[in-house]
């Protein structure tokens, strides 16, 4: 699967973005997804996850409240709706898949990543 970040952008404090993450194929429907971010020289960190139903989904605590993750299966894709955005939320953010039917929250259970979309909030 061939997986399109995108959405990202320069944003206050406060402020609000929602990244989307569409996916070629017609075996979306099959894959957990799952979004990261990573800041120059850092880790890639997890950020929230979905099931292929969508029946469940899992949050960083950094993000917890915050964030909300949800996909739209029969558009092919995923999405992350940002709120309360925060300095530290700046990263670029990626977009994974992955055929297992458990939550992952390791860069290393994933199989698909995206390109990224820079996400940038000012103080």
């Known amino acids: 699967v061939q997986l399109q970040a995108s959405g990202g952008g320069l944003v206050q404090t406060g402020g609000s973005l929602r990244l989307s993450c569409a996916a070629s194929?017609?075996?979306?429907?099959?894959?957990?997804m799952g979004w990261f971010r990573q800041t120059p020289g850092k880790e890639r960190d997890f950020v929230a996850a979905?099931?292929?139903?969508?029946?469940?989904?899992y949050y960083a605590d950094s993000v917890k409240g915050r964030f909300t993750i949800s996909r739209d299966n029969a558009k092919n894709t995923v999405y992350l709706r940002m709120n309360s955005l925060r300095p530290e939320d700046t990263a670029v953010y990626y977009c994974?898949?992955?055929?297992?039917?458990?939550?992952?929250?390791?860069?290393?259970?994933?199989?698909?990543w995206g390109q990224g979309t820079l996400v940038t909030v000012s103080s």
């Open positions: 194929g017609r075996t979306f429907s099959s894959y957990d």
């Open positions: 979905i099931s292929w139903s969508g029946g469940s989904t």
């Open positions: 994974a898949a992955r055929s297992g039917h458990l939550i992952a929250t390791m860069p290393t259970d994933y199989d698909y």
